[in-house]
């Protein structure tokens, strides 16, 4: 099946500094999503993204799809302690058949150091 | 506008017993996808439910299943549970129409499944 690759696995800064992972596939992908899930709770859509090059903006962060598609970034700039979490990106493949489901990444957990 | 709404939030249940999670979308949104979160594999999609009707399926054994009512509420199953069917089991609802168009999924808090 498709698989992603997000990086890196963890992180763990300081408050105020800027934060950025990434996701790499072999496959191209026609959205890209990135959710925040906080221990016991459900993922939380961040930023969707749907045309390569486009690049979003919600307040702190901003999310880029690739131009290749195949990638995806997203930038957290002057963490606070609150953005700690596990930040997961999804993709979705080009619509037909069945491909209706989104593939996930492992995952990036962010630490943040007040 | 409510959220996504499962329940029950935990439950613990030995090998060899059944369960069943329910599963409330957004209003207005019709399609429900059910994931299972592990530490090991991560979010793994299970199957998504459109308008009673399962229209994709995930690599998982037929001891999952699912279904979806008229209101667009739906439920999972799991069969003669394992030590390793233990996991967050997510839902998410959609507003993805009868032709695919490309949405977000919007996941609701999940229902912790432990297996004894």
């Known amino acids: 099946g498709q698989q992603l690759n997000q990086s890196p696995q963890s992180m763990f800064i300081q408050e105020g500094e800027d934060v950025s992972m990434n996701c790499t596939s072999s496959?191209?992908?026609?959205?890209w999503l990135w959710y925040k899930q906080d221990p016991g709770e459900g993922p939380v859509l961040l930023i969707a993204l749907y045309k390569a090059g486009e690049l979003t903006s919600n307040g702190r962060l901003t999310a880029q799809f690739g131009i290749t598609r195949k990638d995806s970034f997203l930038n957290i700039s002057a963490s606070i302690p609150s953005d700690v979490g596990i930040y997961f990106c999804a993709g979705q493949l080009p619509s037909g058949g069945s491909n209706y489901k989104l593939t996930f990444g492992k995952g990036t957990l962010l630490t943040v150091n007040p | 506008k409510a959220g996504v709404t499962q329940t029950p939030r935990y439950l613990i249940k030995t090998r060899g017993q059944q369960v069943t999670l329910s599963c409330s979308p957004i209003?207005?949104?019709?399609?429900v996808s059910w994931y299972q979160q592990t530490p090991g594999q991560g979010l793994q999609f299970l199957f998504e439910y459109f308008s009673e009707t399962q229209r994709n399926k995930g690599n998982f054994p037929g001891r999952f299943s699912g279904r979806q009512f008229s209101n667009s509420r739906s439920e999972m199953n799991v069969s003669t549970l394992e030590l390793g069917d233990s996991a967050l089991y997510l839902c998410?609802?959609?507003?993805?129409?009868?032709?695919?168009?490309?949405?977000?999924?919007?996941f609701g808090e999940g229902s912790r499944l432990t297996v004894l």
């Open positions: 496959s191209i992908f026609n959205t």
């Open positions: 209003s207005g949104h019709r399609s």
């Open positions: 998410a609802s959609s507003q993805r129409g009868i032709y695919w168009v490309t949405g977000e999924l919007f």
